[in-house]
Each structure stands twice: as C-alpha cells, then as structure tokens.
C-alpha cells in the first residue's frame, strides 16, 4: 500500500548519521540522576505542550502554559477550551512515557488513547473515535480519503510501520508515518496533536528524546507536509 520513494537517502544521509551520533552521545550519559531526568521531562512536556498547541492556534503564551500546569492557574482572558489543551497534553505525554519501551510496537488502541486523551472535555464525542464522516482542512491542497476507508488505511500503515519491509531508519519511519497519519486524517480533530505525540512515541522507543516542532516553524512544518502530501496523492 504505501510507496516509499527513498531516492532521497544520499542527501539527508550526513544527517542522520549526525543525529545518530548524538544519540549515541546521549546514551553514554544514561542513566541520568533522578533529580535531572525529572527536570529535564518538565521542561520537555511544557515546550512540547505550548508548540504542539500554539501550531494548531491555542494563544497561550510559553509562560502562562507553565503555569497552567505547574501551578494549576487560570489565565485570565484565554478561553476554557485552551486551559484543557494545556492540561489534556500533559496527560497524554504522561500516557505516552508509560508506552515507551525498546520493544514497542505500534497500535491502533494506543491511537486512540492518545487522541482520547487530546480531546478529553472539549469534544468528548469524538475523543478516541475515527472519524464517520468526511473533513476538509483550511488551506489544504488536498482531500482527506472517505471515512469508510478510514480505519483500513490506519491498520495498513501500522502494519507497515511494524514490519518496516524498507528497513527504514528510526528518524525515517517515524517521519513516514507522521506524513501518511496526516494524510489519512483520520479524526474529526485533534489530528495534529495526535500525530506528534505517536511521531514520537516511536522516535523515543529507540532513545531519542521527543521532537518539538517549534511554532516560529510553522510555516516550514506546513510546507514541508503539502510536499510529501503531493508525492502521497
């Protein structure tokens, strides 16, 4: 089902053995003292949360996302919707590290419990549920597949990314799966969100430290899915 073209491999080779060497490096520092891996994943979790929301338009500044959830304070002026996006995230990378181990493999329950998690209180009607119907993105140059295809070409691109038939790096299975998630859509919301989280579910099961797609590049991150968009269409 999915046609990985990997003609581009030469080109992003020096990167990724860049950041396998960093990974390496990383590993040689492990374990990490309590103390330090405990402040490392707050930061972590509130750089993750205000970029992963800010991208899909929450309005919470860096700041008031800290203290949303470290302090449990109540933004004046910011909406009850963003206050539980904050809070909702936070629980679904808490859910996330539960998941991850070198051994995991991807599924569909996992999917949908992230996603649950994403939209606990705002859209409890659609929390952790595929999509009956069909979508159109704002400023998309292209149509999401019918929701009767829907949970088909979910199972298939799991599928995929277990057995990993290219033997694809971490990075690059990891990216696929990110674009073909997208590409399917498959919930009414909450898909940016959710892709991320699972994008790096799968990153930090082979040691890398989660990938934060920073707001200030958004429009890099955009344009850069409309290109693998097209070569998937």
């Known amino acids: 089902m999915w046609n990985i073209d990997t003609s581009y491999r030469p080109e992003f080779q020096s990167t990724f053995d860049r950041l396998y060497e960093k990974l390496a490096v990383l590993k040689q520092s492990r374990p990490l003292p309590a103390i330090a891996l405990r402040k490392i994943k707050e930061s972590l979790t509130i750089e993750w949360t205000y970029n992963s929301n800010s991208i899909e338009g929450n309005t919470l500044t860096l700041r008031e996302t800290k203290l949303i959830l470290q302090e449990g304070i109540t933004i004046k002026g910011k909406s009850l919707r963003e206050h ?26 996992d999917i949908l419990s992230l996603h649950e998690l994403v939209l606990r209180m705002i859209e409890d009607d659609f929390a952790g549920r595929i999509r009956n119907g069909g979508v159109r993105i704002s400023g998309a140059n292209f149509i ?30 990891a990216t696929v799966f990110h674009h073909k998630l997208v590409w399917i859509h498959p919930f009414f919301d909450g898909n940016g969100r959710t892709v991320r989280l699972v994008m790096n579910l799968l990153l930090m099961r082979k040691g890398f430290p989660p990938a934060i797609i920073l707001k200030n590049d958004r429009k890099k991150y955009d344009e850069a899915l409309d290109m693998q968009i097209k070569i998937t269409v």
């Open 84 to 109: 539980f996006e904050a809070k909702n995230h936070e629980k679904a990378i808490d859910y996330l590290y539960t998941l991850v181990n070198e051994t995991y493999s991807l599924r569909s329950i």
């Open 144 to 173: 999401p597949p019918n929701a009767s295809k829907v949970s088909q070409l979910v199972d298939e691109l799991i599928d995929f990314v277990n057995r990993n038939p290219l033997n694809l790096n971490a990075i690059e299975l």
